[in-house]
């Protein structure tokens, strides 16, 4: 692992640093009171305290949003991260940039971050293991590491100046507690429009119209919104692109398989779908 992203990484634990080890054959990283987590032949590290309450995304789900992010389905909430993550890094003096994507998925818009900020290493963090296998490997400048975000985050205080977190949970008092206090906080969700032509056709779920008001309530208490925009464009997707995007996202775990596969079928092609997300900028409340 990157020395640069190992500095800042903590035992999930104790809290104390961590460093590279070799138990027998395995690689690992261990802490001085020798609590140990093994680096996986995949390339990321363990770093959960115990067992998570859910194993995250599936391999399946996992192949379908590689599959549909590669090929640039999604590409204006990648710009949107990019430009918003080269606004916002500050500058830091004789040190280097961390950027956290905090339920990283496949890596990508992490690697996207990173292309944008050369000076800047990454880690990527989530609780699905098909996802981190492809995180690993996302970006040279990038680890990944198995870690519940609803729990105590194994980096120390302060340490990311930019975290990203599009389309997952939020975690606000652990984001303000590793967030760098001239830091900025990144947060993608869904405008009620998102996949609004698939929604009663494929039965899919729907935005919830609270969730501006959800984040904010999540986030309000240890940050300050100092900015964000709406971003939104349209796709024009093959049936089998539908499919691939169903599968991707949180619909996958409340759908009939085969009932959504007749459904898709009835659609006609090219099949318009809008993508409306909403990205915005968060900055640490000070103490």
Not at 18 to 34: F, N, S
Request: aromatic share 4%; glycine share 8%; with cysteine.
């Amino acid at each position: 692992m990157d020395a640069r992203i190992l500095d800042r990484l903590r035992c999930p634990v104790c809290g104390e640093p961590l460093a590279e080890a070799v138990a027998g054959t395995a690689q690992a990283l261990r802490c001085p009171r020798r609590h140990s987590f093994d680096v996986a032949r995949q390339g990321y590290v363990n770093l959960l305290a115990g067992r998570a309450p859910h194993v995250g995304d599936t391999a399946e789900m996992v192949a379908a949003r590689a599959d549909f992010l590669a090929a640039g389905h999604y590409d204006l909430i990648s710009t949107a991260l990019t430009e918003a993550a080269v606004a916002a890094t500050p500058p830091v003096a004789g040190a280097y940039p961390l950027v956290v994507d905090a339920g990283a998925g496949t890596g990508r818009y992490l690697a996207a971050v990173l292309a944008a900020l050369p000076d800047a290493v990454g880690l990527a963090l989530d609780v699905s293991k098909p996802a981190l296998r492809r995180a690993a490997r996302g970006h040279p400048r990038a680890a990944a590491a198995l870690a519940d975000t609803w729990q105590r985050l194994p980096l120390a205080d302060g340490a990311a100046h930019l975290l990203l977190n599009v389309f997952a949970p939020r975690n606000g008092p652990e984001f303000r507690r590793v967030l760098h206090p001239a830091g900025a906080l990144l947060v993608v969700t869904p405008a009620e429009e998102h996949l609004a032509e698939l929604v009663g056709p494929l039965g899919l779920l729907r935005v919830d119209p609270t969730k501006e008001d959800r984040v904010a309530g999540s986030l309000g208490a240890q940050f300050t919104r100092v900015g964000g925009a709406l971003h939104r464009g349209e796709l024009t997707l093959t049936r089998t692109e539908v499919a691939t995007l169903v599968g991707m996202g949180p619909s996958a775990w409340h759908t009939d398989p085969a009932g959504l596969a007749s459904r898709i079928a009835a659609l006609a092609e090219p099949v318009r779908v809008t993508v409306a997300v909403r990205l915005a900028v968060w900055q640490p409340t000070p103490s």
